[in-house]
T-cell receptor
Framework: AQSVTQLDSQVPVFEEAPVELRCNYSSSVSVYLFWYVQYPNQGLQLLLKYLSGSTLVKGINGFEAEFNKSQTSFHLRKPSVHISDTAEYFCATTSQGAQKLVFGQGTRLTINP | DTGVSQNPRHKITKRGQNVTFRCDPISEHNRLYWYRQTLGQGPEFLTYFQNEAQLEKSRLLSDRFSAERPKGSFSTLEIQRTEQGDSAMYLC??????????????FGEGSRLTVL
């Protein structure tokens, strides 16, 4: 069965510092990988996705993620965070033909001034 | 901007009562999903519809839960004889297969259920 593991439940960083949120996936078939973000009191929205092709995926708000098949990882990065990036971030996976997303437990990103 | 709309946003009920949540998807989306999110956890899949057909149900969806999408537009999720363990955020999402399945779901803000 597909699954994703987010290795950090909380990540505190200072404003303008770089950040990496870690995600490892488990699947025996081709996977699609996603990062969703949930800002306070808002619905989840797609940050970026990997379906195929280039392993470096760029998303909204300056975020990017790299698909690493050998390490079964899809870590999310941003070189310089802002206060507005404070949110919960969810890694998710599905496979071709499947209809449901399987989410990780989430990582709460807190930005300190 | 007509995104996914969910009502009510908050519901407090006593154990044993029935509750119903409504979801209005983005109008041109023919797929509609229900997820449940408990504190400190990621969303868990409950069920999904393509038009009016309910195509998949999770084992999480016990007999007390029923979801409908009678006309292929809005959907309702009813929980009968609520239990304290049903307390959670119920999320609705929609998508369109146009252009192929990309996995992108558009989520509503959720309906928070508290069972006392």
């Amino acid at each position: 069965a597909q699954s994703v593991t987010q290795l950090d439940s909380q990540v505190p960083v200072f404003e303008e510092a770089p950040v990496e949120l870690r995600c490892n996936y488990s699947s025996s078939v081709s996977v699609y990988l996603f990062w969703y973000v949930q800002y306070p009191n808002q619905g989840l929205q797609l940050l970026l996705k990997y379906l195929s092709g280039s392993t470096l995926v760029k998303g909204i708000n300056g975020f990017e993620a790299e698909f690493n098949k050998s390490q079964t990882s899809f870590h999310l990065r941003k070189p310089s965070v802002h206060i507005s990036d404070t949110a919960e971030y969810f890694c998710a996976t599905t496979s071709q033909g499947a209809q449901k997303l399987v989410f990780g437990q989430g990582t709460r990103l807190t930005i300190n001034p | 901007d007509t995104g996914v709309s969910q009502n009510p946003r908050h519901k407090i009920t006593k154990r044993g009562q029935n509750v119903t949540f409504r979801c209005d998807p983005i109008s041109e989306h023919n797929r509609l999903y229900w997820y449940r999110q408990t504190l400190g956890q990621g969303p868990e899949f409950l069920t999904y519809f393509q038009n009016e057909a309910q195509l998949e149900k999770s084992r999480l969806l016990s007999d007390r839960f029923s979801a409908e999408r009678p006309k292929g537009s809005f959907s309702t999720l009813e929980i009968q004889r609520t239990e304290q363990g049903d307390s959670a955020m119920y999320l609705c999402a929609s998508s369109s297969p146009r252009g192929g399945w990309t996995g992108e779901l558009f989520f509503g803000e959720g309906s928070r259920l508290t069972v006392l």
